[in-house]
T-cell receptor
């Protein structure tokens, strides 16, 4: 089954404790992206990757890091989480043949609480 | 600057009634527009998209949307709402060559029996 998977689905952590949220897709997509969803703000793009080893900032990259060592994986790293990073996080991918107008396929989300 | 506005935070519709969710965008070039739906506890799923051609676009689950360039709008409609349509709906636009996507704040749909 074609899908985007994220782990963990739920995470509670404390301020300053480094964490990684994994994202993997099995559709051989070139493009992957991370979003955070907050009430009243919709989804905001954190980082995206057009291909292996190619990443760029979205609208809210502060406090986050990403890497794209393999096509299928795009982990999101919070080096020193803070309470304002408490949110619902989504990973998404799309084919990357034309980028513009392509459908994004979303993972199930990771709910993060930073105490 | 590019933006997407969904004026209604939430809407309540009776089952069987018609639905229209509003979306306005601000973008200088030809917009590539999307509607996604998020059911409770799940990720987003594409309902429909528009980037050229006929301004009335058909999607899944009986939804359609109409692109009106003069009004910078891309409103989502459904003639008869079912209880299973209760969800949050997001309008979105691609820009920067499709590398970035802006989402609206979302409209939560409640369906009453």
């Amino acid at each position: 089954e074609a899908q985007v998977t994220q782990n963990p689905r739920y995470l509670i952590t404390v301020t300053g404790k480094k964490l990684t949220v994994t994202c993997s897709q099995n559709m051989n997509h070139e493009y992957m992206s991370w979003y955070r969803q907050d009430p009243g703000l919709g989804l905001r793009q954190i980082y995206y990757s057009m291909n292996v080893e190619v990443t760029d900032k979205g609208d809210v990259p502060e406090g986050y890091k990403v890497s794209r060592k393999e096509k299928r994986n795009f982990p999101l790293i919070l080096e020193s989480p803070s309470p304002n990073q408490t949110s619902l996080y989504f990973c998404a991918s799309k084919p990357g043949q034309s980028f513009l107008g392509e459908t994004q396929y979303f993972g199930p989300g990771t709910r993060l609480l930073v105490l | 600057a590019q933006s997407v506005t969904q004026p209604d935070i939430h809407i309540t519709v009776s089952e069987g009634a018609s639905l229209e969710l509003r979306c306005n965008y601000s973008y200088g070039a030809t917009p590539y527009l999307f509607w996604y739906v998020q059911s409770p506890g799940q990720g987003l799923q594409l309902l429909l998209k528009y980037f050229s051609g006929d301004t009335l676009v058909q999607g899944i689950k009986g939804f359609e949307a109409e692109f009106k360039r003069s009004q910078s709008s891309f409103n989502l409609r459904k003639p008869s709402v079912h209880w299973s349509d209760a969800a949050e709906y997001f309008c979105a636009v691609d820009f920067t060559g499709g590398f970035k996507t802006i989402f609206g704040a979302g409209t939560r749909l409640f369906v009453k029996a």
